[in-house]
RNA sequence: GCCGGGGUGGCGGAAUCGGCAGACGCAGCAGACUUAAAAUCUGCCGGGGGUAUCCCCGUACGGGUUCGAGUCCCGUCCUCGGCACCA
């Protein structure tokens, strides 16, 4: 009987959907496990095969689990919030829950051709007002706490989609989304305090089964640097005193100068008369600047002296302040000191204005640098001489006018490890030493301390848009910004007549009279609603907790619930959201499990992350117009065939070209395990050693692979099995070899899992049954092939026993007469034996 | 610039504990079946030389460690990803 793929998926596809197969029975006392994808964003455009490629390794994973005996919860859902729909509104007029609805309606249809075992009585969709309710919720949770909060700010704004966006969100300058490059906008922006929760995001990291790469983005991502805030007073204003975080308080003798951010709020005061033309045209220049001029396209080194001078708090001698925008307002405290001969950018700027350099930090030479007369100059980085008197000239070279090149000191950058010189009565000290040091003595005179600082900014957590949940705070000239109380929640979206953003930067919603005016909840005064929406990233932050408990309208979820089923043991999807998506939903669940509604304070256990999928070594767009569409695929070769070939195509973390021949080849090997299922079902052999052996091998090397997540070679150990089976199968096959290859293969392929186990005999459902084990007996060989080496060469190949000796073995490899010619005449000086795998003879003539 | 991943046959990829490089699949070649083709089945399939079953070379390139290196170390080139004046 030939295999006629569409019949038997289209069979078990009925079966599987009559018989609510797939809901998930939480009374089973079955151990729970959560196998969890990425939701997708319902776009217009549908899925391809690159899409698949993660559903098919979730899938399989799922139904490798069901089999291994556990209760597998995987769900599927919508994030339906988002700008295309919004978009597509605008350009079309059709309401964006009305195109929505029909994207989701494709997309549930073409994820239901995957044959996952997707429990869809447990569907959620983020533009469910049933669902955004309780997004609503965390927010006023999160306003009561103080994490949400209100800011006038300069803010990414995106031109194009007329919105503010968060820091995450903007890439090389431009909008993440639609590439227009971004620019400031101070606007009033509802922030979520992701700050607050850096340090956890930060080592909480250490306990998550995640790939290392993803870790390392967060980490830089968040940014953390531990320094000192240092305190230096500027002369002859009292009142005025500047505040720097630096990493290397140790090279606090070597600040020969000091630059504030161009926007920083003291410029405006220190500066001297003379130098205020310059300054402010500078700082109008800056700001004129977009943030991909200042930041990508040049870092040469721009800058004006302010004519005013700061006192250095250990020496009491004044450098000059300058302003520059290589110093950024929002980091750190947007002023440094500059320690041009141990930073690279300060010693490029101190070369541009021809400021003083002065080391005080010799690289060590061995065991050298104790009598803290540190000047032998180490070879390694260290290209200039040190100028000890570079303090004098410091101060007097420090105007503007000072001329490149009339700078006493000409000495090298290094910033490297080292001790101490020039620093007083640190000299000696190493650098670690000498931090501390430094640091202690600050700090006992209230001028420094240690500190730490974090290049992750807050969360601009709104969007001057219409598709999106509504921010819950009501304005009430009495009470101030209320939360809308949590009864009287969701807020829901009104209808529009209009969905552009005005030209205010306002969004849509405001234009909407019934919308804004409403009353306050504390005084039942007039007030007005906030009419900015939150962004896309809201609802993907917490859904995976909505997925144990769906329909609850109570509460978000039942807490048993959610410490019944989370953290997801296994989340899967594209490594686009290593730092917004996963970082938002770890801040969320830290959120809430301070809230006392969760016991467990991290999402995800183990993630994992697919590979693209790619056609002509581009990644498969639709725009781009290189997309495999799976239907056609599935009209020829079936569902089950193209789940193998996602899996086949390559290691599942990489990156793989699409092609035809090999799910040609995939689909001829389902054939041919068709086939010869067919021919040995309805006559099986009686079991013999021989294949005892087999099937055990087969099992061993299939759950090895499995448990590494080597996909790939999962499916080659079918392949392989089948052609070991064909060579013996001259003498029947017995029924546990067959057995087993229905059980083993049914979460790779399914419909014909269950089909082959109907075959056998069965009426129950291959799910059912259980992944077979293995016995570690039948691993082992009686007899094994090892190699034999002649200085490392191999020379011939040796059939021995298993346990043979060292001795046996060797002497066996001496006797054997492809080796001899290789030994005349030469004095064996080593011998080498690795059981089971080689005989190493080492020869000198 | 900094951090990280990766360079293996004509192609996708195996080998991740330092121990027989090229599993499995694709493509190709030869053969069987067929009137013929498709499908299916069998054999060969890194390069060079002998062409007999043997020898030499070979995992980006150059060195090194080791009895033995695709695997470890140093340097170079290429490529992909992240960050990018983060003090």
């Known amino acids: 009987m030939e295999y006629r793929p569409q019949e038997v998926e289209k069979k078990w596809s009925r079966r599987w959907a009559e018989s609510r197969a797939y809901e998930v029975r939480p009374d089973s006392g079955k151990p729970k496990y959560y196998a969890l994808d990425m939701f997708p964003y319902p776009s217009g455009s549908g899925l391809h095969v690159g899409h698949w490629r993660g559903y098919t390794i979730s899938d399989v994973w799922s139904r490798y689990k069901t089999l291994q005996g556990y209760e597998v919860l995987h769900p599927m859902g919508w994030d339906a919030f988002g700008l295309p729909a919004e978009n597509a509104a605008i350009k079309l007029g059709i309401h964006p829950a009305v195109s929505t609805a029909r994207n989701v309606a494709n997309f549930k249809r073409q994820l239901q051709e995957i044959g996952a075992m997707y429990d869809w009585s447990r569907e959620i969709n983020t533009s469910d007002p049933a669902f955004y309710k309780w997004t609503q919720f965390f927010f006023v949770k999160m306003f009561e706490r103080g994490l949400a909060y209100r800011k006038k700010m300069p803010i990414n704004w995106c031109p194009s989609c007329k919105t503010g966006l968060a820091n995450e969100e903007v890439v090389d300058g431009c909008c993440e989304r639609c590439g227009t490059e971004v620019t400031k906008r101070v606007m009033d922006q509802w922030m979520l305090k992701i700050t607050a929760y850096a340090d956890r995001l930060t080592d909480d990291l250490d ?21 000192a805030r240092i305190f230096f007073l500027v002369a002859g204003h009292a009142d005025a005193r500047i505040e720097v975080f630096t990493t290397r308080p140790d090279t606090l003798y070597g600040a020969t100068y000091m630059v504030l951010a161009p926007e920083h709020p003291l410029v405006d005061q220190i500066t001297t008369e003379a130098q205020r033309d310059a300054v402010d045209a500078y700082v109008k220049e800056t700001l004129k600047k977009s943030a991909v001029a200042r930041q990508v396209v040049d870092k040469t080194k721009t800058g004006v002296f302010t004519g005013a001078y700061a006192e250095h708090p250990l020496t009491g001698q004044q450098i000059p302040i300058w302003i520059a925008d290589y110093v950024l307002m929002e980091y750190g405290t947007g002023a440094i000191m500059a320690v041009p001969a141990h930073d690279e950018r300060d010693f490029e700027f101190a070369q541009a204005f021809g400021l003083p350099i002065v080391q005080v930090v010799a690289p060590e030479t061995n065991g050298a640098g104790d009598s803290g007369q540190g000047r032998e100059s180490g070879s390694g980085g260290f290209d200039g001489s040190v100028d000890a008197s570079g303090w004098t000239t410091a101060v007097e070279s420090g105007s503007a006018e000072a001329a490149a090149g009339t700078a006493a000191a000409v000495t090298g950058l290094y910033t490297g490890p080292g001790r101490l010189i020039n620093s007083g ?34 969360w601009v957590f709104a969007r001057q848009r219409y598709w999106g949940e509504p921010i819950p705070i009501i304005y009430c000239d009495q009470c101030g910004t209320v939360p809308v109380p949590v009864e009287d929640l969701p807020v829901r979206l009104p209808d529009v007549e209009r969905y552009e953003p005005t030209g205010t930067g306002e969004s849509p919603l405001a234009a909407i009279d019934s919308f804004v005016h409403t009353t306050c909840p504390k005084c039942g005064g007039p007030a007005r609603r906030e009419t900015d929406t939150m962004p896309q990233w809201a609802g993907s932050s917490w859904y995976f907790l909505r997925y144990p408990d769906p329909h609850n309208d109570r509460e978000p979820f039942s807490r048993e619930a959610a410490n019944e089923w989370l953290p997801v043991d296994m989340y899967i999807g594209g490594v686009e959201h290593a730092v917004l998506h996963l970082l938002y939903a770890r801040f969320f669940t830290k959120v809430i499990h301070d809230l006392g509604m969760i016991d467990f304070d991290e999402p995800f256990q183990h993630l994992f992350n697919q590979g693209m999928m790619t056609l002509n070594g581009a990644k498969m767009s639709k725009s781009k117009g290189n997309v495999v569409n799976p239907d056609d695929i599935i009209a020829t ?27 040609e080849g995939v689909s001829r090997f389902l054939g041919r395990l068709y086939r010869f299922f067919d021919q040995h079902v309805e006559h099986p052999a009686p079991s013999r050693p021989e294949l005892v052996k087999l099937r055990h091998r087969f099992v061993a090397q299939l759950t090895e692979r499995m448990e590494s997540f080597r996909l790939n070679t999962a499916v080659s150990a079918f392949m392989e099995y089948l052609n070991a089976l064909q060579g013996v199968a001259g003498n029947g096959i017995d029924r546990e070899s067959l057995e087993t290859l229905a059980v083993t293969l049914a979460p790779f392929a399914p419909h014909l899992g269950e089909e082959l186990w109907e075959r056998l005999g069965h009426t129950e459902s291959v799910f059912t049954a259980e992944w077979p084990s293995y016995d570690e007996q039948w691993l082992r060989d009686d007899e094994v092939e090892v190699a034999v080496q002649v200085n490392g060469r191999i020379r011939a190949r040796l059939t021995i026993s298993a346990d043979a000796t060292q001795e046996s073995a060797i002497a066996a490899a001496k006797s054997n007469p492809d080796v001899a010619p290789w030994l005349e005449g030469k004095t064996v000086v080593k011998e080498i ?13």
């Open 425 to 458: 009565p640190y000299d000696g000290l190493t650098v670690e030493e000498g931090k501390r040091a430094i640091v202690a003595a600050l700090a006992e005179r209230g001028i420094g301390e240690e500190t730490v600082t974090y290049r992750m900014r807050d």
């Open 207 to 227: 306990k998550l089964d995640w790939p290392d790469k993803v870790k390392r983005m967060q980490r830089n991502w968040i940014g953390r640097s531990r320094g």
């Open 833 to 845: 034996f690795v059981p089971g795998r080689l005989v190493n003879l080492v020869v000198r003539d």
């Open 637 to 663: 070769a079936g569902t089950d065939a193209l789940r193998m070939y996602e899996l086949f195509v390559g290691p599942p973390e990489e990156d793989a070209e699409w092609n035809d021949n090999g799910l």
